[in-house]
């Protein structure tokens, strides 16, 4: 894996997810109780034995920074290789699904150059999944592909994806919002560096372009091969897809597969005491993170860092992030509740089931 740098594209956001990335960035934000969404494939990188990658940053790019820093808690902050911190374009036209712009990609062209390894594995920060991307690398070496795509099939409608036709292993063409039991991509691919600073050069001239937009009208020429992911994946584009993916955690098999312990998903370091329940706490299917007090209910909820529910408050199906409150006889249910935000006593914020309430 020496012979494989990695690149991270977080340089994008979408207008789906509204408050929630008002001041930050999709891939800084929080999951799973003690995560970030960036977490996930900076740790998938390292865990398959690449340790030279590359951060593309965002123009809100303080969120992302204050979480990864120099990389240490990936055992990135090292002087051969590690993690480099990359500028991302902060204004100019491009479509509202573009996740790898070929102008960040030119930007930071020196990071390409400095590196004498061959092959690239690009993906963005958005994705959850607990990948080994050493299947896809060894497969793109082996066939001998100008690229190899990791995909997998959806299990309802995607409009914010790529979709893709297979035949044979190749894919043939890339079609826009894919629906269910469609292929689509998963914003992960495997290149030659040599092929990708070409790829540069030839569309210079158009790039504002996502990378695909660029190479769409070349596929006949392009030999683009295709790699089934078959385990647990989701992307994240709206503030729906956030609620329902990280909601999906509190599934024992998902959480599983996510959380291994013999490839482990690490996170900056947060030390604070183990939750504490005080008399009338009643928690139910929920995951609750470390330095919460719990004197109410809590019920099919995902509890971050710091929370502290007050006594007879009630939270049902809600996503409560770091140093919230919720005060005495206060009722949340469908909500996300944004970090150190309150509740007042005897309020009742309530979304429904098709329709989340968002406090930011």
Partial sequence: MDRVIGLIAANFETRG???LTEDRTIGSLPYGGNYRVIDFPLSNMVNSGINTIGLITPY???SIIDHVGAGKAWDLDRKNGGLFVLPGSVFGVHSENSHFLLRDIRRNVIYLERSP???ILVTAANVISHMDYRPLIMEHIRSGADITMAYNTCDRDEPHRLGVNVENGRVTAFKPNP??????MLDTFVISRDLLMKIIEWYSAIDYLDFFEAIEGDLDKMDIRAWKYEGYARQMFTS?????YSMEVLNLDVAGELFSRERPISTKAAESAPAKYL????VRNSMVASGSVIEGEVDHSILFRGVKIGKG???RNSIIMQKAVIEPGAVVENVILDKSQTVKAGSVIKGTGDTTFIKA
Wanted: glycine share 8%; no cysteine; net charge negative.
């Fill in 17 to 19: 997810m509204g408050e």
């Fill in 60 to 62: 809100k790019y303080r």
């Fill in 117 to 119: 390894a061959p092959y």
């Fill in 179 to 184: 629906l269910k039991y469609e292929d689509a």
């Fill in 240 to 244: 729906r897809d956030y609620f329902e």
């Fill in 279 to 282: 008399d009338g706490a009643k």
């Fill in 313 to 315: 408050a009630v939270v």
